[in-house]
T-cell receptor
Framework: GENVEQHPSTLSVQEGDSAVIKCTYS??????FPWYKQELGKGPQLIID?????GEKKDQRIAVTLNKTAKHFSLHITETQPEDSAVYFC????????????FGSGTRLQVQP | GAGVSQSPSNKVTEKGKDVELRCDPI?????LYWYRQSLGQGLEFLIY????????KSGLPSDRFSAERTGGSVSTLTIQRTQQEDSAVYLC????????????FGPGTRLTVL
């Protein structure tokens, strides 16, 4: 099955700076890579995803890049704001034909005002 | 529109008791997933329902855990003879087709086993 590793576990940045979170995966057949944001006491919320036929996707201040050769993908948040403070999870399908997701261990992002 | 809802939001029980957790998926979504999130940890897959197909139970940690999905909509996760290590947030998600499709999560049920 898929194995997803996520780094760093915690990240503290100043407001306005950029934040980058990286994940690696093990199954070269994986084709879908979502990122979720989880605020305290709430369920994870999808913020962006990328499929294996593209290398980069942007949505305002958020972008995700995918390197299929190296089997890693990254979340980039620019011009960070205090409301970006949360735990971020990357994920990938559990395996070929599997629909459930394997999640990374999470990154706690703290944006200092 | 309405998102995924779960009830109760919090459940405190004594060791050895049975508990039932409920999930109402987004209307029309054919796929439903249960995950477990232990304190400060990532999400662990438990079980997956897709339409009328047999569920994927490969993530259930023991035979004390079971789940049903009635009428292709509401799902109930049952934990029998609860143990302290069952304490966690139980999250439900649904998606449109069960294919490579966005999973939308509910707010979770926080289970505490004393």
């Amino acid at each position: 099955g898929e194995n997803v590793e996520q780094h760093p576990s915690t990240l503290s940045v100043q407001e306005g700076d950029s934040a980058v979170i990286k994940c690696t995966y093990s199954d070269s057949a994986s084709n879908y890579f979502p990122w979720y944001k989880q605020e305290l006491g709430k369920g994870p919320q999808l913020i962006i995803d990328i499929r294996s036929n593209v290398g980069e996707k942007k949505d305002q201040r958020i972008a995700v890049t995918l390197n299929k050769t190296a089997k890693h993908f990254s979340l980039h948040i620019t011009e960070t704001q205090p409301e970006d403070s949360a735990v971020y999870f990357c994920a990938a399908p559990q395996g070929t034909g599997r629909r459930a997701l394997t999640f990374g261990s999470g990154t706690r992002l703290q944006v200092q005002p | 529109g309405a998102g995924v809802s779960q009830s109760p939001s919090n459940k405190v029980t004594e060791k050895g008791k049975d508990v039932e957790l409920r999930c109402d998926p987004i209307s029309g979504h054919t796929a439903l997933y249960w995950y477990r999130q232990s304190l400060g940890q990532g999400l662990e897959f438990l079980i997956y329902f897709q339409g009328n197909s047999a569920p994927d139970k490969s993530g259930l940690p023991s035979d004390r855990f079971s789940a049903e999905r009635t009428g292709g909509s509401v799902s109930t996760l049952t934990i029998q003879r609860t143990q302290q290590e069952d304490s966690a947030v139980y999250l439900c998600a649904s998606s449109g087709t069960g294919g490579v499709d966005t999973q939308y999560f509910g707010p979770g049920t926080r289970l505490t086993v004393l």
